[in-house]
């Protein structure tokens, strides 16, 4: 398996969305790493806090989809999670030993040996004290400064800024763009991660006036990822496209 090329002048910085999970299991160390000896420019994953107060990644409230047990996220400890043995997505079983549910510090550690930026989504139901708790762990890592923070939750991103002045952060949004929503983002320096059949020129040219960068999500089709390209799009966010 590979990735599928993406050719055009423009050239928008790739997003491994939750690894490369076109080619290894989404959002496990082998689609981490998949992407790590890839071009992509950064590697994004999904952040849950475990019943007793870790941090794992994973995407759905459940494992039925990748797992054959199948455990709420937020209820089940940090060990009976790590414990599980998830599904090898092309043959349907646990027959690779490697494929786990990942720890935080791990995909961090794998983001920093690949120089890849690393791209946190968060939970919306985090409180500032999970947030503050996950930024320590990149901290620890020493690697908030190339980490790239995202969320549905515009108020955990105002937090954030308020903490972090510097800090990339992206908004992340399903729908087409409020004009108020972009004087927020532009206020509170955010930027725009939307998915990409929402996203039309005369909105990227705005958000770039107003110096907000453009994300897009999940974006696997070659000919529209080219024509954002000729667009001007800054990043785009992809399971296959490289």
């Excluded at 990735?3 to 981490?32: D, Q, Y």
């Excluded at 990644?57 to 455990?71: K, M, P, Y």
Aim: charged fraction near 25%; aromatic fraction near 8%.
């Amino acid at each position: 398996m590979d990735t599928i090329k993406i050719c055009t002048e423009n050239k928008p910085l790739m997003i491994a969305h939750r690894g490369c999970s076109g080619v290894e299991l989404e959002n496990t160390n082998a689609a981490f790493i998949a992407a790590g000896n890839r071009s992509y420019f950064g590697i994004e994953t999904d952040v849950f806090k475990t019943v007793d107060g870790k941090y794992v990644v994973f995407h759905d409230e459940t494992t039925g989809r990748l797992a054959i047990d199948d455990l709420t996220m937020k209820s089940s400890t940090y060990d009976t999670l790590r414990s599980l043995t998830l599904l090898n997505k092309y043959t349907n079983k646990k027959d690779r030993s490697d494929l786990v549910i990942s720890d935080l510090s791990e995909y961090l550690s794998i983001c920093k040996h690949y120089e890849k930026k690393a791209v946190v989504e968060l939970n919306t139901s985090f409180t500032e004290q999970d947030m503050d708790e996950i930024c320590e762990i990149i901290e620890e890592i020493d690697y908030l400064d190339q980490a790239i923070i995202i969320s549905f939750n515009l108020d955990q991103l105002i937090y954030l800024r308020r903490k972090y002045p510097n800090q990339p952060l992206q908004f992340l949004t399903g729908a087409r763009m409020h004009i108020n929503w972009l004087n927020m983002l532009k206020d509170h320096h955010i930027d725009l991660d939307i998915v990409h059949t929402a996203l039309t020129k005369e909105l990227l040219d705005l958000c770039h006036a107003n110096g907000i960068k453009v994300n897009v999500w999940t974006l696997d089709d070659k000919e529209r990822a080219e024509l954002l390209a000729t667009w001007g799009v800054d990043m785009i966010t992809s399971n296959i496209l490289e």
